[in-house]
């Protein structure tokens, strides 16, 4: 087994527990690397059709993303013109956006760098809360309290300035319970028509028969990771469909999350591995969508945001041995942003 196998396998298996109803990681693995190419991730924005998306000239403007992570290094030369609008550190409190683990920088990068690594929309606002500290451990306080944040980061009533895609890379090994705080701001988001969408879990390789949260509730898109083959990542969780109708059995989507190059903190460029990308990429596709159906954006009502998710499922492309109409492993397919624009009409 190669050193890199090695990496991943360990990272993908570590739990981590630091409160007792609930707790979250980031669901990354690092990966050695000496590549300084940026277009190291160019395979996985063709399979998704992401750089067609741009050719029409997308490039997520008038959408607001907020990455609820880590935090961000925006002194990265890829984030020169990143629209960096809102910044709140629920670990430290601190003024200045920082990350002292890199795990948000290198999703911001998939998410809208546009240096010489060109992310899905780099034309997107960004808002950044910090839930995750440098082990990139948290809580559900500041999980449920980052994505209140997200949609109305000034705390005015008014969430139009707020995110219209939240971006959430993350996953506990507890379950929401009704009527947890979590579930109750991921509600208010849906209601409000703010599109969730987060990592379906790394728990494949010892896999519970379940998504991860948050990934797990009604309102949010889960997401799978698959291989520059389209085939299913073994870390990627797998979903039961008990209970659940479509379009909302999880997860809802695949999209690339193997070995993908992405901004480093402190510069540079490195591979990372998981569901945790893979959920970036789909937050980006949602967000171009959304700059191209501005109806949808900020609607104030869930339904769009379900009409979203069935339209997202619908145009999925099957893979090979994926069972129809949603598979455990695929969900309802590889998401593919240009036959969801098509079908948005």
């Known amino acids: 087994m190669d050193q890199d196998r090695r990496i991943r396998r360990r990272r993908v298996r570590r739990a981590i527990f630091v409160a007792a109803l609930f707790s979250m990681s980031f669901l990354s693995v690092w990966l050695l690397s000496s590549s300084t190419d940026p277009s190291g991730s160019e395979w996985a924005f063709a399979m998704t059709g992401v ?33 960096l609008t809102a910044w709140r550190d629920f670990v430290r409190g601190r003024a200045t956006p920082y990350d002292d683990d890199g795990h948000g920088t290198a999703m911001a990068g998939l998410l809208a760098a546009s240096g010489s690594f060109r992310g899905i929309a780099p034309g997107v606002a960004l808002i950044v809360a910090k839930v995750l500290d440098a082990q990139g451990r948290g809580t559900s306080a500041s999980l449920a309290a980052a994505i209140d944040f997200c949609i109305d980061p000034d705390g005015d009533g008014n969430s139009t300035d707020g995110a219209s895609v939240i971006n959430l890379s993350l996953a506990s090994a507890s379950d929401l319970p009704v009527g947890s705080d979590v579930l109750a701001s991921i509600n208010t988001a849906v ?31 889960a997401v799978g990771a698959v ?25 809802e989507l695949v999209a690339p999350g193997v070995d993908l190059l992405t901004t480093a903190r402190s510069g540079g460029y490195r591979l990372v591995a998981g569901t945790s990308p893979a959920a970036a990429i789909v937050s980006g596709i949602v967000a171009l969508l959304l700059q191209s159906h501005p109806g949808l954006s900020h609607s104030g009502t869930a339904s ?38 098509a079908a948005l009409g």
């Open 51 to 83: 750089r067609d998306l741009q050719a029409r000239g997308l490039d997520g403007a008038g959408q607001t993303v907020c990455l609820v992570d880590t935090g961000i290094d925006a002194t990265h030369p890829d984030f020169a013109f990143l629209r």
């Open 191 to 221: 209601a409000k028509g703010v599109v969730l969408v987060a990592s379906a879990g790394n728990d494949g390789l010892t896999d519970d028969g379940d998504v991860q949260a948050p990934a797990s509730a009604q309102g949010v898109i």
């Open 227 to 251: 291989d520059e083959y389209g085939g299913i990542a073994p870390f990627s969780s797998i979903g039961a469909a008990a209970g659940r109708v479509d379009p909302n059995r999880k997860p």
């Open 304 to 341: 769009t945001v379900f009409l979203l998710k069935a339209v997202l499922a619908e145009t999925a492309q099957k893979r090979a041995g994926q069972v129809v109409p949603h598979d455990p492993h695929y969900g309802y397919g590889l998401i593919v942003g240009g036959a969801s624009a």
